[in-house]
């Protein structure tokens, strides 16, 4: 009863401004490829150049996290964060891998390796089923919903789309331009009660946000989705 006895400004608002009140859609990439790399690490670039041309398919989602251990050689990542190292060392336990290292390609969070073919990548697709991932946006809430009864861990990933350039003084790179594409800036774990989840982020300009539904045991990969 109370949503028929709305006041007829409250109507008249949400009539001229449809765009506001209407959740975003999301669209679903069907590869996912997360590289760690640092701008402090000389065998780096390659790779970055590799998921820089992965990046020009749409269906492809590649995240480029910068990791922080290597910048006691004389150059602090600029867009290195500890949290992303951390990922990469849950990566590490969850694959039974003795260490972490750069550059460290992941497909779809089930394999890992410092380079990959074209071909690698294609033939490390998601899971076709996927787990009915939706990912919406209203105003700063994103809202998670899956058709899934296993424990999973959705990760919610904010990054920069496109390629950004990075003038490196010192260190093992200095005096080289790096370009480094989709960098990310942030990592969230969505509280998930098995079938919704929701979380505040504040819009940012620039800013694309990717849901990762994990497996909980083996950090695979199992449904993804990207929202403005």
């Known amino acids: ?17 449809p765009v ?15 590289l760690f790399t640092s701008q402090g690490c000389s065998s780096c670039p390659s790779a970055n150049r590799f998921v820089t041309k992965l990046s020009d398919d749409p269906s492809t ?4 996290y910068g990791v922080t251990y290597w910048d006691y050689l004389g150059w602090v990542d600029t867009f290195g964060d500890p949290e992303f190292t951390q990922r990469q060392r849950d990566y590490r336990d969850a694959f039974g891998a003795a ?41 700063d809430v994103l809202t998670v919903s899956a058709d899934a009864a296993q424990n999973l861990i959705i990760d919610i990933v904010s990054f920069t789309p496109g390629i950004q350039t990075v003038d490196v003084k010192s260190g093992e790179n200095g005096g080289r ?29 620039g800013t694309q946000y990717a849901a990762l539904v994990h497996d909980q045991q083996s950090a695979k990969i199992l449904d993804a989705a990207v929202i403005n």
């Open 20 to 34: 506001t009140m209407a959740e975003e859609p999301a669209t679903n990439p069907t590869h996912v490829v997360e």
């Open 99 to 139: 260490n972490i290292y750069t550059p460290q390609i992941v497909l779809g969070g089930s394999a890992h390796s410092p380079r990959y073919s074209k071909k690698d990548v294609v033939d490390m697709g998601l899971p076709e089923t996927g787990v009915g991932l939706s990912l919406t946006r209203s105003g």
């Open 1 to 17: 009863m109370k949503n028929l006895l709305l006041p007829l400004a409250v109507l008249m608002a949400a009539s001229v401004s």
């Open 177 to 205: 331009k790096l370009k480094l594409t989709n960098v990310v800036t942030d990592v969230r774990t969505v509280e998930w009660d098995g079938k919704t989840g929701t979380i505040v982020m504040p819009q940012v300009e």
């Open 61 to 64: 989602l590649v995240l480029s």
